[in-house]
């Protein structure tokens, strides 16, 4: 095994060129030390080598897939110890292809469940006042417990609190009037926040063994989206081992007839599919 990793790693560096490779790759440390934020683009580059080493398709990980919002089930939930079962952007990057147990169910909660999705759900399908929302109520009772909204200028929770739904009333309009505009393309940002790198990111997503997509991070994106019934462009923050080797074996087949309908159609295999 690890003379055939070898072999690949040489062909991978030979496909590439050693010097093309080095100085981006140093170019891309010094990228790093000089700002925080570009540590996703860091260690997506490492998975970049490492996969192409590994496994015979692996997909670039700052392509995105195309998911209908409305058939994700589950959501990623953190650990025992409060960690994310998947390292996070920032410390593992996009495009990580993990083994072990992260896809176990003990893991993974139901969308429908979650304070943002119910919450935006009952806003914009269910008309709700803010005020009567599950969202409103949540941020209200953090922000009831801290000083935040005096720092920002507010002078109560319930005017700070509104301040924030308003913001998603605007972006729920943007997106039902013109249409959902991807963060890659650098012309959306969460509100009130500086255009960095995470904030370029779409909806991140991690793909179980099975080939389950379970969605991860991009809340406010994700539940409008479901709101408005709309396909959106995902960027895949890992994929389970097995799920990678199910990609290989599709790559390597002479007869993609011979699959089933459902995994010609999954997100993630239509780059395979359309080759």
Known sequence: MTTCYAKRAFQTLQEESIGKISKKFINIVLWKLSNKDNQIHFNSFKNVIFNKVKYDAPKSPFETILIDSN???????????????VDPPKYGGLGQVKNDDWDKTEYRREVDKLWIVNGLK???????????????????????????????????????????????????????DRGYQPNHRGKRRRPGSN?????????????????????????????IARCLDLEI??????????????????????DLEDYKEELQNHPDLQDLFTE
């Not at 058939?71 to 079962?85: A, E, L, P, R, T």
């Not at 081992?241 to 790559?251: F, P």
């Open 122 to 176: 009952e806003r914009f399908n269910e008309g709700k006042n803010w005020e009567d929302t599950v969202y409103y109520n949540y941020l209200y009772d953090k922000h009831s417990r801290t000083n935040k909204y005096k720092e920002r200028g507010y002078d109560s929770v319930e005017d700070y609190v509104i301040s924030q739904c308003k913001n998603y009333d605007s972006l729920y309009s943007e997106i039902k």
């Open 233 to 254: 462009p995902a960027h895949v923050l890992c994929r389970h081992k097995n799920w990678q080797m199910i990609r290989d074996h599709v790559y390597n087949s002479e």
């Open 195 to 223: 255009l960095m790198m995470r904030d370029q990111l779409e909806v991140l997503i991690v793909i179980d063994r099975y080939g389950n997509i379970n969605f991860t991070e991009g809340y406010h994106r994700f539940a």
């Open 71 to 85: 058939k994700i089930k589950h959501s990623m939930k953190y650990d025992n110890q409060g960690k994310w079962v």
